[in-house]
């Protein structure tokens, strides 16, 4: 048998040695692999190298690439194409393959790697771990050139074995410094006494290890000691309890919490929720309740049964003995009257009467007994009995208008259907809403001198409102008839605020009459007086409705001189707005010129004469409602802000009301037309006829106007002041139109004057207008009267204002003649 496998041997080793007579290129090679592929007698997949000059099997080729990864125990994928002369498409794909085929292996990032080297890894970890007592992963991570993920996953299976340490917060701690490190948290633990966050406690021992170990101590994350802190709870090591997992309350304090409660609330019969946050209980309710099941939760204060008892007791006795009781007065001070409101909801006692109308609670914690308001309800009325017959209080009566003007035969047909439809909530709003008054200069007295120059159309208007008067009088007679007694008792009776006393009033008298109110410290009525005035008042006014027929008629004769004063004034002024509105037509073009004339004119006529009307009108009406209102001199000025503009609008009836409103903010446009035909509408719904301004009218009034203003031209001694009548007077003779200008349109207004002026009269004229602007912008820019340069310059600016006056003036006048 040896001798033949050596004879075996001997021809192989001459087979080799022999030299073939017949060579192969390669092309013959390649073309020969592939028959025999076709023939299927090689039949699995050959690998051509790089090079292309070799073959290679798949098999071989994973063969190669494990035997390299072994070696090595970690090798790139690229690495393993460059080991082997394949394309790295098949050494990837056979390195997935691989993987899957050995578990000690993995592929990650593009490199495989082995359980060998990753335990090598782990002993150099734990070499380096031992001699700096914490690694952090990232720097790990960062020196293998991996994911922190894949660091983490491979060493925690080898913790405790190939690396004597623990991971926690991505970072890894030696044995010795975990014992370390958990012995400061327990000693830290135990040394707090009261709820502590625990993120603070972690910052203060991070803290306390850079002191200790200087510029090179150890860094520790919270997170580990939040760790080791758990796992002492869990333990029992340290006694309290964990709260969202940061809020830490020891159990000595939770002890001492539960003993200061029981303390208080055993010695008192309550405890206010206050004290409870002040110890660290966040949820007072629930805590409370838990302990104390007998107790009863108010709104800051936790009461025992017994003090709702006390209270109760207190509250029948005074109920019985037909007196009142203030509940907050009987608790203690710490006591809100929310929590008195709460503990009268509580007692037995308190709601059977409640419920059985022997007793009422006023300011939430006031109960007074049904015998005690009604006693309180017959002594108010008595008193107003004894003021009507005085008549003490017949001012604060109202009267009914209807029922007055039949006594009177007074032409009611005035505001007839406004005070037919007058509304409660209207009256109640502004019964005690006065008119503000100021003193003022009026702005329009050219139809003061209509009595003067034009009687016969003074007498025409008054024969016109004559007819409107008797006109309106037939129509309110017709409605009068038509409407029976009783609708006119149900009337006033229901005109409850302003036809009775106010709440103000019975507070007032309830106060006189029972000084213990007063006596208990109620110093703000809003508690309980003027709640119970509210109350009575009804009562109170019922009782005394008989008492104020008598005071039906007791202002209907200042309401006629009223209205009959107001048609005179209203007439005046409207005339003159009229006048003056013909003026605007002149600067049509001119549409910013003209939005600021429009609003002077609104502003300087209007406003007043719509303040008058809205006056006389609020005034009328609560003369109609029996309010008191002092007289004003006939002289005085009426002068009224927006907002009372509005608020009196509002206390009308609504139809007028409406109409009111609309003239209120027509006042607040720019538009002239807009506010006439709102004013008009006014009227006409207040049965106040308005004239209307006829050419003979207008002609009477522009040469008042005209004798007017050359009168104050002669006399005015002030050069600025001068200008605005010069040019109001020029356009009386050029245009025969009254302007009413301001300021900043004197300069347009001087414009439209060129063409019909001689050039040296414009001339003068615009050369005093520059010269008063001149004057006017240094003494705004004056910085003071310390500055002796500015008041030289503004005194020979006046100087020669004052020089240029006398031109002008003569030339105004001299025109005035020859137009005359």
Known sequence: MDEELLELQRQFQFAQQAKSSIRLSERNVVELIQKLQQLQIIDFELLHTVSGKEYITLDQLRNEMVSEVRKLGRVSVIDLADTTGVDLYYVEKQAQRIVADHAEFMLNQGEIMSDSYWDSVAEEVNERLQECSQIALTELAAQLNVGLDLVASVLEPRLGTMVKGRLEGGQLYTPAYVARMNAMVRGAARGITVPTNLTVLWTSLQQLLQEMGGTGGVAVDGSFFQSLFNGLVKEGEIQGSVRAGVHWTPAVFAIAQKESVDSFFSQNSFISY??????????PIQFLQSRYPEGKPLVTTFVHQSMIDM??????????????????????????????????????????????????????????????????????????????????????????????????????????????MASDAGANKHSDKGSKKKKGKATGNAAANLSESGPDNQEQASTKSKKNQRKSKDTSSQTSDSKSGSRKESVKMKDDNLSSPSEEWIVQKITTLFPEFEEQGLDDPETILEPLANKLRPTIISSWMEKRKALLTENADRMKRLLDNLQKKLD????????YEKALELFEDDQSTSVVLHRHLLRTVAAPMVDMLLHDLDEHNKLKNGVEVQEAPSSESISVSPGDRVAISKSFPRPLANKALAVVEALEGKNVEVFMDAFRAVTEESALPLKRLDKKLERTLLHSYRKELTSQVSAETDPVSLLPKVVSLLYIQVY????????????????????????????????????TVTLLALLSAAPGDDDDCASDRILSKRELLESQMWDLKSLVLTNTQQSS
């Open 274 to 283: 206050e004290v409870l946050h002040k110890l660290g209980i966040p949820q």
């Open 311 to 420: 209270l109760d007791a207190a509250t029948e006795d005074a109920i019985e003995r037909g007196s009142w009781s203030d509940s907050l007065s009987l608790l203690p001070s710490s006591f809100t009257p929310q929590d008195a409101a709460k503990m009268l909801s509580l007692c037995q006692s308190v709601q059977l009467a409640l419920k059985s109308n022997k007793a009422h609670i006023f300011g939430e914690f006031y109960v007074l007994s049904s015998s005690f308001m009604k006693d309180i309800c017959d002594r108010v009325v008595k008193e107003l009995e004894t003021l009507g017959v005085s008549g003490s209080f017949g001012s604060k009566m109202s009267d009914d208008l209807q029922v007055t003007n039949e006594a009177k035969g007074y032409d009611s047909g005035r505001l007839n259907e406004s005070n037919e």
């Open 572 to 579: 005046e002024s409207f005339l003159n707005m009229q006048l």
């Open 736 to 771: 025969h139109k009254a302007l009413q200008a301001p300021g900043r349109a004197i300069s347009v207004a001087i414009s439209q004057l060129k063409d019909k002026l001689d050039e040296s009269a414009h001339k003068v004229l615009t050369d005093y207008q520059a010269a």
